[in-house]
Nanobody
Framework: QVQFVESGGGLVQPGGSLRLSCVAS????????MGWYRQAPGKQRDLVAG???????HYADSVKGRFTISRDNAKNTVYLQMNNLKPEDAAVYYC??????????WGQGTQVTVSS
């Protein structure tokens, strides 16, 4: 199974930006959909953004206009550019296949903290 390693999180002030990266241990070329998910303490893990190999993209309403997902199949990497971060964006961010994560392994995630 493919393993995912997320990075790029950190502490940022409201209004700030971060760029998350996710490297897959195997090729993501064969996986048509890849997504970024997040989980805040006490809440379920939700989809933030998903991208098809065709380039079609879906965003959660809460991040539209602020976040941008992209993928580089040659590098087995998926990115999430996050701008104008808000305190409610604070969570652990994960990448995985999308839309279905059945029979996949979740990585450790990367922590995003938004605070002044």
């Amino acid at each position: 199974q493919v393993q995912f390693v997320e990075s790029g999180g950190g502490l940022v002030q409201p209004g700030g930006s971060l760029r998350l990266s996710c490297v897959a241990s195997g090729t993501i070329f064969s996986r048509p959909g890849m997504g970024w998910y997040r989980q805040a303490p006490g809440k379920q893990r939700d989809l933030v953004a998903g991208i098809w190999s065709t380039g079609s993209i879906h965003y959660a309403d809460s991040v539209k206009g602020r976040f941008t997902i992209s993928r580089d199949n040659a590098k087995n990497t998926v990115y999430l550019q996050m701008n104008n971060l808000k305190p409610e964006d604070a969570a652990v961010y994960y990448c995985n296949q999308w839309p279905s994560t059945v029979n996949t392994n979740w990585g450790q995630g990367t922590q995003v903290t938004v605070s002044s």
